[in-house]
């Protein structure tokens, strides 16, 4: 199976605000067009064609692609595109637009998988907004969203099929798909995805350079201190352990989880158990601590990013915590939802020096180094 890519890139784009076509403007370090071409760089794809206008020709120079003018219209610069792919025996082509570059190579694999039953492909998003009608800043009617779909790219076809349908087009079309149509061509959707975005208006440029760069790993610290008071049992990372003495806390005072949980807080720069869970707020009495450490695993899922490795230290010299180690690191594992391996609980004493040495109370710290989810 023989498969080209074909990168549209012969527009102006002038929505997406001053400093030239968009797709040579910088983003996440490289070209937008960098980006866009480094998508199809897949193994199953033998060659990259871009589409350019007549005047980017040096700025289009890049070792490994074909380059063509394209024409006045879009459906014109690709028919000139596949046209210039017609004698070099394509199975397939992908037609993209340059100003998606976050495309991910699932959603282009799930456009060459489709076209196994059918003749045309291409990624989609149903519409989940409700949809208005409006005419001088009034809304004037409401339209049924159901079976809208938000048309993406890559969109995918059998070669020749593709071909006798521009060929046979006439006039401007949206897309190519509605060129394929137009030729009685059967179209698959497949997933599109949220990230697969066209930059369009100035702030999407923002938004697909924040995709491209990704999170990045993040290290965090946390330290954490509870006094000892009656009682007949401690809870020391997610383990209740019998005894002489508890820990006073508002919660359930396990000083090792609250030190695990600001070490995520501190990697995410976002704060510390005490602004997000305020002890002034009488739910969180007697909470269980899996809440907080919870919470802070979901606010990093949210940021992207998921555990590499946490390493907790207990501070004490009583209860001995070697027998119990091994439970406290499958239980903060479970919570953080990661593998064992992940997660190391180990403990010192203080050599009876200071107030932990004085068994005032029990110290913990931790680090977490957060990587990419
Ligand atoms: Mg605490």
């Not at 700025?59 to 394209?70: D, K, M, N, Q, Y």
């Not at 349908?165 to 149509?181: F, I, K, M, N, Q």
Request: net charge negative; charged share 20%.
């Amino acid at each position: 199976m023989k498969i080209a890519a074909l990168i549209v890139a012969a527009g102006r784009g002038n929505r997406a605000g001053p400093g030239g076509p968009k797709q040579w403007r910088a983003l996440a370090g490289r070209r937008v067009v960098d980006w866009t071409l480094a998508a199809f760089d897949l193994p199953e794809i033998a060659d990259r064609l871009l589409v350019i206008h007549p005047e980017d020709r040096a700025e289009a120079r890049l070792p490994g692609i074909r380059l063509v003018a394209g024409g006045a219209t879009r459906s014109e610069s690709v028919r000139l595109g596949l046209e210039a792919l017609a004698e070099d025996g394509f199975d397939l082509v992908l037609i993209h637009d340059v100003a998606r570059p976050c495309v991910s190579a699932q959603v282009i694999r799930a456009v060459i998988a489709a076209l196994a039953k059918t003749p045309g492909a291409a990624p989609a998003l149903p519409v989940s907004d409700a949809l208005w009608t409006g005419a001088e800043g009034r809304v004037t009617g409401t339209r049924d969203r159901e079976g809208l779909f938000r048309a993406q790219t890559p969109q995918g076809f059998h070669f020749d099929a593709i071909l006798a349908a521009h060929r046979a087009h006439e006039g401007a079309a949206p897309d190519d798909v509605a060129v394929a149509r137009a030729f009685g061509l059967d179209v698959a959707i497949v997933p599109g995805a949220e990230e697969n975005l066209k930059i369009t208006w100035p702030g999407d440029f923002a938004r697909a350079d924040q995709l491209l760069k990704g999170p990045g790993m993040r290290i965090g610290n946390g330290y954490d201190v509870h006094a000892f008071c009656d009682g007949d049992h401690v809870v020391l990372c997610g383990v209740k352990l019998a005894h002489g003495r508890g820990l006073k806390g508002h919660s359930d005072a396990d000083v090792g989880m609250h030190a695990l949980t600001d070490a995520i807080y501190g990697a995410l720069a976002r704060g510390d158990i005490g602004q997000h869970f305020p002890p002034s707020d009488p739910q969180w009495k007697g909470a269980e601590s899996h809440v907080f450490l919870r919470h802070a695993i979901d606010l990093a899922a949210q940021m992207g990013l998921k555990p590499g490795n946490a390493d907790v230290t207990l501070i004490c010299e009583e209860p001995k915590i070697g027998p119990h180690a091994q439970a406290m690191r499958g239980a903060l594992a479970t919570i953080m939802g990661c593998d064992i391996d992940q997660v190391s609980v180990k403990a010192t004493t203080s050599e009876r020096l200071g107030f932990t040495g004085r068994q005032e109370g029990i110290a913990a710290q931790a680090s977490v180094l957060l990587v990419p989810a």
